[in-house]
Nanobody, 113 residues
């Protein structure tokens, strides 16, 4: 199971950090990622990180603003979001596995202009 938290209402330019706590013992060996679904739109990829945390990937729309990281000792995935824009408003989901096998429940991020 994945439990995401940290969403909320912020203003444009603000920062927010999302967390995702995973249960079970396979977190440390799994690819982890974040997806988001803006209101009325399709779900889209945000960022991913390999098992060690060394290799990361990010969508062009968030590169330079969002940073994905993980703490395997705490079974926790993070998404640091800086310079937030209204278009970042979405429900954010943490996802486990190279084939997106497990999804968290989502946390809502709302960015006002």
């Amino acid at each position: 199971q994945l439990q995401a938290s940290g969403g909320g209402l912020v203003q444009a330019g603000d920062s927010l950090r999302l967390s995702c706590v995973a249960s079970g013992r396979s977190f440390g060996s799994a690819v982890m990622g974040w997806f988001r679904q803006p209101p009325g739109k399709e779900r889209e990829f945000v960022a991913a990180v390999n098992w060690s945390g060394i290799t990361t990937y990010a969508a062009d729309s968030v590169k330079g603003r969002f940073t994905i990281s993980r703490d395997n000792a705490k079974n926790t995935l993070y998404l640091q979001m800086n310079s937030l824009k209204p278009e970042d408003t979405a429900v954010y989901y943490c996802v486990k596995g190279e084939y997106l096998e497990v999804w968290g429940q989502g946390t809502l991020v709302t960015v006002s202009s």
